[in-house]
């Protein structure tokens, strides 16, 4: 399945995350083989992540990456039927962590600060405010505005 990513030209992230996500599930699972591969195995590692902590974000990523795995089985006749299609992914939105808000009262305060603040990051003040400014209206994030060149 990895080659199959890569020919679909993934980026090497989402290629380790996806094969690190299924490669944890298989373990934790004791999966040795495809037909041990089952719906009740995948629920119980989502239900055992939940009681470690784990995010509904978190879960859905790995719950995501190892039923496109059954699916990919299916589709190259590895499998006759999708084992895991029975698996619903939880909502991120029933268990967000991280409440992201626009910054009212703040903004004028960071810029000026910033603006007036010394390097960082190889970055001078005036140009972390630029950034910021693009952030904002972009709604990139700093690893998207990263990449920008």
Same mark, same amino acid.
């Given at each position: 399945?990895?080659? !199959?990513?890569?020919?679909?030209?993934?980026?090497?992230?989402?290629?380790?995350?996806?094969?690190?996500?299924?490669?944890?599930?298989?373990?934790?699972?004791?999966?040795?083989?495809?037909?041990?591969?089952?719906?009740? @195995?995948?629920? !119980?590692?989502?239900?055992?992540?939940?009681?470690?902590?784990?995010?509904?974000?978190?879960?859905?990523?790995?719950?995501?990456?190892?039923?496109?795995? *059954?699916?990919?089985?299916?589709?190259?006749?590895?499998?006759?039927?999708?084992?895991?299609?029975?698996?619903?992914? $939880? !909502?991120?939105?029933?268990?967000?962590?991280? @409440?992201?808000?626009?910054?009212?009262?703040?903004? $004028?305060?960071?810029?000026?600060?910033?603006?007036?603040?010394?390097?960082?990051?190889?970055? *001078?003040?005036?140009?972390?405010?630029?950034?910021?400014?693009?952030?904002?209206?972009?709604?990139?994030?700093?690893?998207?505005?990263?990449?920008?060149?």
């Amino acid at each position: 399945m990895i080659n !199959s990513l890569q020919t679909q030209a993934r980026s090497k992230t989402h290629i380790m995350k996806t094969e690190r996500h299924i490669d944890a599930i298989i373990n934790n699972s004791n999966v040795k083989t495809l037909s041990e591969l089952t719906a009740e @195995k995948v629920d !119980s590692f989502a239900i055992e992540e939940k009681n470690q902590g784990k995010s509904a974000r978190t879960i859905q990523q790995k719950l995501t990456a190892i039923k496109q795995f *059954s699916n990919w089985c299916v589709k190259t006749n590895r499998l006759q039927v999708d084992p895991l299609k029975i698996v619903k992914k $939880p !909502s991120p939105q029933s268990d967000r962590r991280l @409440k992201r808000r626009i910054l009212e009262a703040e903004w $004028p305060w960071l810029m000026r600060a910033t603006g007036n603040g010394t390097t960082l990051r190889g970055l *001078s003040g005036q140009e972390r405010c630029l950034l910021y400014r693009t952030a904002v209206a972009t709604g990139f994030r700093a690893k998207e505005l990263s990449h920008i060149k």
